[in-house]
Every structure is written in C-alpha cells, then in structure tokens.
C-alpha cells in the first residue's frame, strides 16, 4: 500500500532531500536528533552546502507536530503553513523556497500520514512561468557587468553564465557565495565583492552602462547596494537567452581596480611563512589540501571572512560561508559531508574560553555518538604550529583521521587593517 507518507517522500527526494534529521520520514534516511533546534541546524547546513558540484538541493528536519522544516539558508525561519490533506502538501512542495537562492519553508502536515494515498494523485499547482528576456544586438557595445550570487550556482547556470559573458565580452563579478563560478585567475573573473564597503565601487560597477543581476541572496547583496541605477536583474535559467541574437564579440574585459587592490594587499599574506598563519596563508592550505568533490565550511565571522575574501577557487561548490551568522553551521556541515562520505575541512573562530562551545559543541557530541569521523578547525590566537607547513600537515591529518577531532591552529584573523585601508570597511557579518 502506497500511503500520503510514500507519495511525500517521493517529492522531497525530487528536491534534493537525502536524508531526514529529527523525527523518521517514510523511507528517508533517519538521522536520529533529539533537540529539534539542532534537527533544524542539521537540514539548513545540508541544504545550504547542496550537492558536490554545487547546485542545489533541501535539507529536511521533522519535528513534533508533525512538521517539515525545508530549508538551504542557515538561520533561516518562515511562517508555519497548515496543510490539511495530501494534494495541499504536494501544492507546497511544487515550488519552495531554496532549491536556489538560499530559503526555508515550513509546512504543519494537519492529516493522516498513514493513510492510503489516491492512485495518480498530483499536485494541482504549477510552478511560475516567466517571459524570456532577451537583450538587443545595439546593446552589444555597451559596458556590461554580470553580478552573480549563489542561486547561479544552484540552479546549474555557470555554464549559461559562461555562455552570456564570453558573448559579450563581459566581466563576471561574484558576491562569496557563488565563488569558483570563473576560475580565480580566468581574464572574466573580476573579483569576489559584497565583504567590504568600496566592493563594488572598485569593480566599476556604478560605471558600467548595463549591470546583470543573477541569483542574489539578498542576505548577501540586495540589489540596491550594487550602486548602479541600471540593474537588470535575469533569473539563472534565463541567463544563455540573453544575448541568444547578439554575434559573439572578440573584446575582453578589462579588469576593474578591485581585483588588482585585494591582490596588492593579500599576495604578500599568501606568500607569507609566519605563525601565527595569516588568514591569507592558511585559506590558500585549504585550497591545496582539498580533494577532489571537497568543500571548505566556515562559520560567518572572522575566520570565515578570510576564506571568503581569500580562498582561490576553480569549482564552484568548493566553499560555503553562509550569509548569515549563526551558531554551529561549519561543524553541522561537517557532519553532513561525513554521513555522505564528502571530503571536507570546517573551520570556525576561537572562542574565549578554549574549545568548541555552544551549538558547535552540542553537534559535535552527536556526531561522536554516531561515530562519524568529523575535524572542525579553530582559528584564532591559540594553538602551536612550528611553522606553516604544520598547518598543511594538520589537514592530512584532518582527511585520514577518525572520530571527532578538534584543533586550535593560531592565525591572525584579526589582521583586516590593510584590507580596510583600500577597500573600506567590512561590511559581512559586522
């Protein structure tokens, strides 16, 4: 017997959702969590990391109610949505929130789960159509820059991205949560922006003629912060159509101030043998410690802002600072990569007190239980390294070892002075 469960479970696999944390759900895998806020943690961090090469997908959490919590953006909360049978359940999963940008829905299942599901039944919504835009040929000699976030990834856009920008000859600037969509050292790739105030004044993009908005996380760069008055914002699907009727143009772009100001500042870091680490240095071991299909996590803060700012990328889904703070995410996303066998280095900040805490602690305690294999980096003041190459050592180690292990690694996080002196303040998580 096919029961309301089985035909739900069928849709939330549709969207990405491989396993289940909290309460059990028909036939998903069960990640047993008793306390529902870190079951929620849990589907946020899973969702918001998404699959290996990025694109998108949901994390679940039941909770007592019952209740379906569906999320991709960490912290994320939205109104409980009472469904009263089967056909309104599948009407909200038709098209929720964070398959691409980062969002979450909840929904109050208000029927009997059990109960045997009508042969055929479908959801009656459809999901929303939009027109297809399409740029004019006369714009092909107008400065263009392409702005793109994190739903360019998840939504399987980089190669569309590609495809508009070499066609018009466009440069593509990043906010940090969709870094790895150009290769760090591609002649398109100007640079990744929101962290800082002078970000987008730097990459010319209050003097571009057109700007292209694709896939932003307002929780990461709202619109109106671009500082351009000519901002066409295009879904990532629509991305290959707009310069479908334009010849492909010969011109490259040039880069803009940013990319070359960060890069004066940052290469002496990366280039730097010093311990403590500068924040430069040890991003650039994580990139050239990563495996194939692996991901850096870091929690938002100062930690993660310097491997936002600094960590060379080539893939994207290689990185994962999420736009809001907080409490735990790096290491609940650890325990992800772990249950799916994904390589994966998290990295979080020093607390006063010596040692995970809070929220971190609580996640790492369960994944001890379980008997996952799960490393979570501390970055701060504290910690013993004889010289950099201990550091490149210490992420071997973080790949072969087992169980939960947990190393404080000292690295002048809080060295952002000559980043601020050319680009301004910092602007994420301040």
């Known amino acids: 017997m096919t029961t309301a469960a089985d035909v739900i479970e069928v849709r939330l696999r549709?969207?990405?959702?491989?396993?289940?944390?909290?309460?059990?759900?028909?036939?998903?895998?069960?990640?047993?969590?008793?306390?529902?806020d870190l079951a929620v943690l849990f589907a946020d961090a899973d969702g918001r990391i998404?699959?290996?090469d990025g694109s998108g997908r949901l994390g679940l959490a039941h909770v007592a109610g019952p209740i379906l919590h569906l999320s991709s953006c960490p912290g994320g909360t939205a109104p409980l949505q009472t469904v009263g049978s089967l056909e309104e359940a599948?009407?909200?999963?038709?098209?929720?929130?964070?398959?691409?940008?980062?969002?979450?829905?909840?929904?109050?299942?208000d029927f009997d789960l059990s109960a045997p599901a009508p042969e055929g039944v479908t959801a009656a919504a459809e999901p929303e159509r939009q027109p297809v835009m399409l740029l004019d040929p006369s714009l092909a000699q107008?400065?263009?820059?392409?702005?793109v976030g994190p739903g360019v990834v998840r939504d399987h856009a980089v190669d569309d991205l590609h495809t508009v920008s070499r066609k018009a000859g466009a440069g593509v600037l990043n906010t940090w949560g969709a870094k790895g969509v150009e290769r760090w050292d591609s002649p398109y790739h100007f640079g990744t922006a929101g962290l800082q105030e002078r970000d987008f004044e730097l990459a010319g993009v209050g003097d571009a003629?057109?700007?292209?908005?694709?896939?932003?996380d307002p929780d990461e760069t709202p619109v109106?912060?671009?500082?351009?008055?000519?901002?066409?914002?295009?879904?990532?699907?629509?991305?290959a159509a707009l310069t479908q009727r334009w010849e492909r143009t010969h011109r490259r772009p040039t880069r803009p101030p940013l990319y070359d100001t960060i890069?004066?500042?940052v290469t002496p870091l990366y280039e730097s043998d010093a311990?403590?680490?500068?924040?430069?240095r040890a991003s650039l071991h994580l990139t050239g410690a990563l495996p194939d299909r692996g991901i850096v996590v870091a929690d938002p803060g100062p930690a993660g802002f310097w491997i936002a700012r600094t960590l060379p990328t080539s893939f994207p889904g290689s990185v994962c600072v999420p736009a809001t703070r907080v409490d735990g995410f790096a290491a609940a996303a650890a325990v992800v990569c772990a249950l799916e066998g994904r390589p994966c280095f998290a990295v979080s900040d020093q607390g006063e007190a010596g040692g995970p805490q809070g929220a971190t602690a609580a996640v790492l305690e369960l994944a001890e239980g379980l008997g996952l294999d799960v490393a979570l980096q501390l970055w701060g003041e504290r910690g013993s390294l004889r010289d950099s190459n201990g550091h490149v050592e210490l992420l071997t180690e973080s790949l072969e070892g087992t169980g939960v292990r947990v190393h404080e690694v000292p690295v002048d996080v809080q060295a952002t002075s000559e980043l601020e002196r050319v680009a301004g303040p910092l602007r994420a998580w301040a």
């Open 142 to 147: 107008l400065d263009l820059v392409i702005v």
């Open 14 to 36: 549709q969207l990405g959702v491989e396993r289940v944390y909290g309460l059990p759900f028909a036939g998903l895998r069960h990640v047993p969590v008793e306390d529902p």
């Open 275 to 280: 311990v403590p680490l500068t924040g430069a």
């Open 263 to 265: 890069a004066s500042v």
């Open 50 to 52: 998404g699959h290996h």
């Open 209 to 216: 003629d057109v700007v292209i908005a694709s896939g932003l």
């Open 90 to 109: 599948l009407d909200a999963l038709v098209e929720p929130p964070g398959m691409g940008i980062p969002g979450t829905s909840a929904l109050h299942l």
């Open 224 to 239: 109106e912060s671009l500082g351009n008055w000519v901002v066409q914002e295009v879904p990532p699907s629509q991305l």
